[in-house]
């Protein structure tokens, strides 16, 4: 079942959600280290370089949010990216991605931009407003060894084109990536097999979806406070979610009206090797990228 809702008036296919016989607990609560990036722009580093091995195909998870130009007007100008996938998904605002092998595109309130950088690319995103709330996040996927020389490639999805399904008890869920009680979402992968939810649950209401075993997997509170199994994730803070035995989904609750991220996916365990906007295997490949980029022979 795949609900595209571009073009629907109002309604929403109800959708009954998994019955979780164990749901995975909250082995570890973080904290996002406040840094900037870009020319400048203010964000939430929640997924740092020593969470790479324990949350496996993951890189990095950015927050970032504001109502002062300041903290976002100056974008990220032209940087280069090798060896893995960007997913930026916008609240809100307006971003101009632009890029190496010719892509351009602006991302608006709901849409998500899913980026290869494979073989290496150069592109910049720079907002395309100039007051008002800029909010989103953009996480790094890894590639595999054998795909992280493929041909760059990029695909924005507008709100609309993003699958989404509201449960009997009224929780609403937007499937960016992967599978959730029956709903495909916009982008699938093969190998690492991603899970990317946006969650909003209305004040005293649960939900619930599967998560295969042989994922890792966290959650990010980013309005509200969520409950998983008798621990409390408040705003702004991941949970990083047990790969206990048994557990086969998660099921989450909220006694005030609250929003989460639940990102999961299958680990690639292979060496990560980063130099900044690459990773790759090898110090002789992060070599190999510096000198490609140096001698301009990125796409």
């Known amino acids: 079942?795949?609900?595209?809702?571009?073009?629907?008036?109002?309604?929403?296919?109800?959708?009954?959600?998994?019955?979780?016989?164990?749901?995975?607990?909250?082995?570890?609560?973080?904290?996002?280290?406040?840094?900037?990036?870009?020319?400048?722009?203010?964000?939430?580093?929640?997924?740092?370089?020593?969470?790479?091995?324990?949350?496996?195909?993951?890189?990095?998870?950015d927050a970032f949010g504001s109502d002062d130009p300041d903290d976002y007007i100056a974008g990220f100008p032209d940087h280069p990216h090798r060896g893995f996938e960007t997913i930026t998904y916008m609240l809100a605002g307006r971003m101009r991605h632009r890029d190496s092998a010719g892509h351009e595109g602006l991302l608006g309130d709901g849409g998500v931009q899913w980026m290869t950088a494979g073989s290496g690319v150069i592109h910049s995103e720079i907002p395309e407003q100039e007051d008002g709330v800029m909010e989103g996040f953009q996480l790094w996927l890894n590639l595999p060894a054998k795909n992280k020389m493929a041909k760059p490639w990029y695909k924005d999805f507008a709100s609309a084109d993003i699958p989404e399904y509201v449960t009997a008890e009224g929780v609403t869920v937007r499937v960016i990536a992967g599978e959730s009680n029956g709903v495909s979402g916009a982008v699938?992968?093969?190998?690492?097999?991603?899970?990317?939810?946006?969650?909003?649950?209305?004040?005293?209401?649960?939900?619930?979806?599967?998560?295969?075993?042989?994922?890792?997997?966290?959650?990010?509170?980013?309005?509200?406070?969520?409950?998983?199994?008798?621990?409390?994730?408040?705003?702004?803070?991941?949970?990083?979610?047990?790969?206990?035995?048994?557990?086969?989904?998660?099921?989450?609750?909220a006694t005030e009206p609250t929003r989460l991220i639940l990102v999961a996916g299958k680990p690639l365990n292979e060496p990560i090797v980063q130099y900044g906007p690459f990773v790759m295997n090898t110090q002789e490949e992060i070599h190999q990228a510096l000198d490609d980029f140096r001698g301009g022979r990125l796409a």
Not at 2 to 7: F, K, V
């Open 188 to 253: 699938s992968r093969e190998v690492t097999e991603p899970i990317y939810l946006d969650i909003h649950l209305p004040a005293g209401t649960s939900f619930s979806t599967a998560i295969p075993a042989t994922h890792n997997a966290f959650i990010y509170t980013y309005r509200g406070t969520t409950t998983v199994a008798g621990t409390q994730v408040d705003v702004q803070r991941m949970g990083i979610l047990s790969n206990t035995e048994g557990g086969d989904g998660i099921t989450v609750s």
């Open 1 to 61: 079942m795949r609900l595209n809702y571009s073009g629907m008036e109002s309604e929403m296919n109800t959708v009954t959600t998994s019955i979780i016989r164990q749901t995975r607990t909250v082995e570890r609560l973080i904290q996002g280290v406040a840094t900037s990036d870009g020319a400048g722009v203010s964000l939430t580093r929640v997924l740092t370089g020593k969470l790479q091995r324990r949350l496996d195909p993951y890189l990095m998870l």
